[in-house]
């Protein structure tokens, strides 16, 4: 059997929310599979990309993380937005505020044309901050299911604090 066209082959995803919540971490994490030493505030957008294994075929996924602030950027969020798969929405389990954005996110995905028709999840982190927590996951969790989104909470820093950052992006490539 002949392969598909590369171009089918490559997995867009961006990875959107608050400055601060961890959207380089997590691409870092999954990417590089260690939590970065030191970051350095996103400039523009980072760009990370990893080949994985989905039923014997492999599949790039290329992972967008852009600046907080890009909501003002208007010219460049138009390039950020252009053929994208799937969208992941991170925010902070212990700063409300990264919570409280979401929906400014979500509707500026709208705006871009990415819908529900889209792959969304939802993604909390920093749960490994146990005692900081300030967004509980019943709030979370009625968020998502209101968006039709699945929740993860996860901690790109501890991997074996609930979800797995691996395992999200896995099943995120398996949707596609
Ligand atoms: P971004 O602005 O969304 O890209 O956020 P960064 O990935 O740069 O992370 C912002 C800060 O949060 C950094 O100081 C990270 O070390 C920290 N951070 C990121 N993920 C986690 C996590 O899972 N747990 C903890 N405790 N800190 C994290
Ligand atoms: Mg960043």
């Given amino acids: 059997t002949s392969l598909p066209p590369l171009r089918s082959r490559i997995f867009k995803i961006i990875v959107i929310g608050d400055s601060g919540v961890g959207k380089t971490c997590l691409t870092y994490?999954?990417?590089?599979?260690?939590?970065?030493?030191k970051t350095e505030a996103t400039i523009g957008v980072d760009f990370r990309e990893k080949v994985i294994d989905i039923d014997g075929e492999k599949i790039k996924v290329q992972l967008w993380d852009?600046?907080?602030?890009?909501?003002?950027?208007?010219?460049?969020?138009?390039?950020?937005?252009?053929?994208?798969h799937a969208v992941v929405f991170v925010y902070d389990v212990?700063?409300?505020?990264?919570?409280?954005?979401l929906p400014a996110w979500i509707e500026?995905?709208?705006?871009?044309?990415?819908?529900?028709?889209?792959p969304r999840i939802l993604v909390g982190n920093k749960c490994d901050l146990r005692d900081a927590v300030q967004v509980g996951t019943d709030v979370a969790q009625k968020f998502a299911d209101s968006h039709s989104m699945p929740l993860f909470e996860t901690s790109a820093k501890n991997p074996n604090d609930n979800d797995h950052v691996e395992a999200?992006?896995?099943t995120v490539a398996h949707k596609l």
């Fill in 94 to 101: 212990t700063n409300g505020a990264s919570f409280r954005s």
């Fill in 29 to 37: 994490r999954f990417c590089a599979g260690k939590f970065p030493d």
């Fill in 168 to 170: 999200i992006f896995m």
């Fill in 108 to 118: 500026e995905c709208r705006q871009h044309s990415l819908g529900q028709e889209v």
């Fill in 66 to 84: 852009t600046a907080g602030q890009e909501r003002f950027r208007k010219s460049m969020v138009q390039h950020y937005y252009r053929n994208v």
